[in-house]
């Protein structure tokens, strides 16, 4: 079975940075296209930013400059670097991958961003 597991989230003060880390297991992660998303308290599923399999990078435009989106092949995991983070940052940021037909999302990390 599938599994991506996020970590990193967490308590911030705004202007603060957080690294969020996505593992997983059991894919071929290096043909996976890997993004992450997010959902605020009371919004829907949003987003964020894409890494594809050959290491181009898409962002939300919003978070364009402070987020940053990276892939490691060798360990399977892809991280996302929020930096500058504001309390309209505050979500669940879901990890999610992608290939054809297939997607498999992860449970989520929470990130609340407050002073």
């Known amino acids: 079975q599938v599994q991506l597991v996020e970590s990193g989230g967490g308590l911030v003060q705004p202007g603060g940075s957080l690294r969020l880390s996505c593992a997983a297991s059991r894919i071929i992660f290096s043909i996976y296209t890997m993004e992450w998303y997010r959902q605020a308290p009371g919004k829907q599923r949003e987003f964020v930013a894409r890494v594809t399999r050959t290491g181009n990078t898409n962002y939300t435009d919003s978070l364009k400059g402070r987020f940053t989106i990276s892939r490691d092949n060798a360990k399977d995991t892809v991280n996302l670097q929020m930096n500058s983070l504001k309390p309209e940052d505050t979500a669940v940021y879901y990890c999610?991958?992608?290939?054809?037909?297939?997607?498999?999302w992860g449970q989520g990390t929470r990130v609340t961003v407050s002073s």
């Open positions: 999610s991958a992608y290939f054809n037909a297939l997607r498999y």
